[in-house]
């Protein structure tokens, strides 16, 4: 009890300094626009000048930022549209659909530029090479399959093989060396992007559920995934190894993002919770509980404005007060 | 003897000149891997390929051992080919492969599904040409639907039955009257794209596939559940 006493003061200071900076963060939630069903892809551009969202309802809509303007609607595909990536120039945007094809798009022309068939189930995951040429681009599929596509002659050059059940989401390192991938059956798998690489460099085990996405930092030394059941882990990319876990939602996690600090990470639910979380120490600093089910999340690269893709069809930005 | 040398000099700039023209289109190799529709297990098949004037250019065998895994080389870019794939256990499929044009040797890949033609096999459709609570073909179902049109084409000895299920378990009326309209709309697709309609038989269904359940729980990216749809091989 004593003993109890002398701490008080330390663990009052602790949990002071645990929530000030979780205080310190308010957001005011404003729908810029909507879809005709869920928004399932969100992808904010490198310049932070837009943002694309894809939606069941087969199409894709780019807005502008701050503004929050519709600027155009992508019409094409056969099939609900699961996600969406911007090439690292901001000129091109790639598309994964249930209609087993991934998609390219002219942003400046609001067009479809090129259609990449060559997957035998829905694709769910897309990533650009974040390179200047934008020259390839990752796919993955309920086939199971990882394929990677030279974007410059408009046909895929690998499939990468080893997840033994559906492949959900794709991710580009920065540094363009590796892919990510993550699957129903528990793992993440780092591939080699050279083009004679085939099996997995490496196997990352530590999820108990499935892997719904995965997402490099920006100086691509952490991979950030997140579960079926509600937890994000973090993971070292040199050697693989688990360096963190958060339990941070009650429900699924489909989608996570990192702001340009490669610290700060957005996570939103089907509980329909977003969160921000530091990655380097697992503290939560923001939550929000909105009125819908999150699919997609996304933010601008300091983080002042947060975007939602929700399963009412909204398009949601919850701006930073007090600016940055 | 100087005639003769001047012969063999101008026979050299032609054999050159026409090597030089065949090197203008790079070759271009295609591997992957070829499974079978329903389990998905890799399979041993032999592959022919045609190239645009139907003239066989090659042909291969992939191998179930090392994952299905086939390649073929050989093929220019820029061209258009036909993959044919035959086999005692398997609907006859063709693929079209279109090669894209590159000034280097390039390896691209191409994965391919047979479907098994024993009487019986379910042929589930990968992409639903219906949306939910919806019997009528959706925008993009042709797209959809050329897959198994084409198997269909390729094996008009070959009859099937197409079973519908419905998208819940919520009114068995109801169930029966809309996977009815879809198994019909089906029907009407094939024979707009000149396959005689009595190549199909139609099953309706009053409960959910019992294979494929409608979802319980919440489910993520993707797996958004509309009712199965089957093309049985009689």
Redesign the interface.
């Known amino acids: 009890m004593i003993k109890f006493k002398r701490l008080l003061p330390v663990i009052l200071i602790a949990f002071y300094a645990s929530t000030a900076s979780y205080a310190a963060l308010t957001y005011e939630m404003k729908t810029i626009g909507k879809h005709a069903n869920e928004v ?1 892809g969100v992808f904010v551009n490198e310049a932070d000048t837009q943002v694309a969202t894809c939606s ?1 309802d087969e199409t894709i809509k780019i807005w502008g930022i701050p503004n929050g303007k519709e600027i155009c609607t992508l019409k094409g595909h ?3 549209v ?2 969406l990536s911007y090439s690292g120039n901001d000129k091109l945007l790639a598309s994964a659909s ?3 094809t991934v998609r390219v798009w002219d942003v400046d022309k609001c067009a479809q530029n090129m259609i990449l068939k ?1 997957h ?3 694709v ?1 995951g897309v990533y650009f090479s974040q390179d200047d040429n934008s020259s390839f681009i990752a796919s993955t599929s ?4 990882v ?1 990677l596509w ?1 974007r410059v ?7 990468l ?1 080893g997840h033994t059940k559906p492949t ?1 989401n794709v991710a580009y390192s920065y540094d363009g060396t590796q892919i990510a991938s993550c699957s129903d059956d528990k793992t993440i798998k780092i591939w080699s992007t050279d ?1 004679e690489t085939k099996a997995p460099l490496m196997t990352l085990h530590g999820h108990e559920s ?1 892997v ?1 996405t995965v997402l490099y930092s920006f100086d691509s030394k952490y991979l950030i995934s997140s579960d ?1 059941t509600g937890n994000i882990k973090i993971w070292l990319v040199s050697d693989g190894s688990l360096i963190r876990t958060i339990k941070a939602h009650d ?2 996690i ?1 989608d996570v993002s990192i702001a340009a600090d490669n610290k700060t990470i957005i996570s939103g639910s ?1 509980d329909k919770k977003v969160k921000l979380w530091d990655l380097t120490t697992g503290q939560n600093l923001y939550s929000q509980t909105i009125d819908s ?1 999150i ?1 997609s999340v996304d933010m601008v690269s300091d983080a002042s404005i947060l975007v939602l893709g929700c399963a009412d069809g909204t398009v949601r930005f919850l701006t930073r007060k007090g600016g940055k | 003897m100087k005639i003769c040398r001047l012969i063999i000099f101008l026979l050299l700039i032609i054999s050159t000149s026409s090597f030089a023209g065949t090197q203008l289109k790079s070759v271009i190799a295609v591997t ?2 070829i ?1 079978n529709y329903v389990d ?1 297990s890799p399979i041993s098949v032999e592959i022919e390929v045609y190239d645009n004037v139907g003239k066989k250019v090659n042909s291969t065998k992939s191998n179930a051992a090392d ?1 299905g895994y086939y390649y073929v080389t050989g093929l220019y870019s820029g061209n258009i080919y036909t993959f044919i794939i035959k086999d005692q256990q398997y609907l006859t499929e063709s693929f079209e492969v ?1 090669i ?3 000034d280097k040797y ?6 391919f ?1 047979l479907k098994p033609n024993k009487a019986g096999t379910e042929i589930k459709l ?2 639903n040409p219906f949306e939910y609570d919806k019997f009528k073909l ?4 042709a ?2 639907l050329s897959d198994v049109l084409n198997t269909v084409k390729n094996n008009s000895n070959k009859k099937f039955n197409i079973v519908c299920y419905p998208d819940s378990d919520q009114d068995a009326n109801e169930n029966h009257k809309i996977t009815e309209a879809r198994a019909k709309a089906l029907v009407d697709f094939f024979e707009l794209n000149g396959i005689d309609g009595t190549t199909f038989t139609i099953q309706s269904n009053q409960k959910s596939d019992p294979k494929n359940p409608p979802p319980t729980e ?1 489910r ?3 797996k ?1 559940y509309v009712g199965s749809i089957y093309l049985v091989v009689n």
């Open positions: 399932l069941l056969l099939g609900q699961n996600n249930s209609d087993m060559g035998t189930d829905q769910i309920f086939d199971k399959t394929k030279d002659l408009g046909t895929e050059i690998k499939t093989r959900n083009l499935p719904l079926q429900e699924l489909q089907l089910e699919w | 992957g891997s499974f998905k994952n279109s894209p044009n590159s390039v390896e691209i890949s191409k994965d599904l990968n992409i959706k925008v993009g179902a797209t959809i919440k993520a990216k993707g958004n």
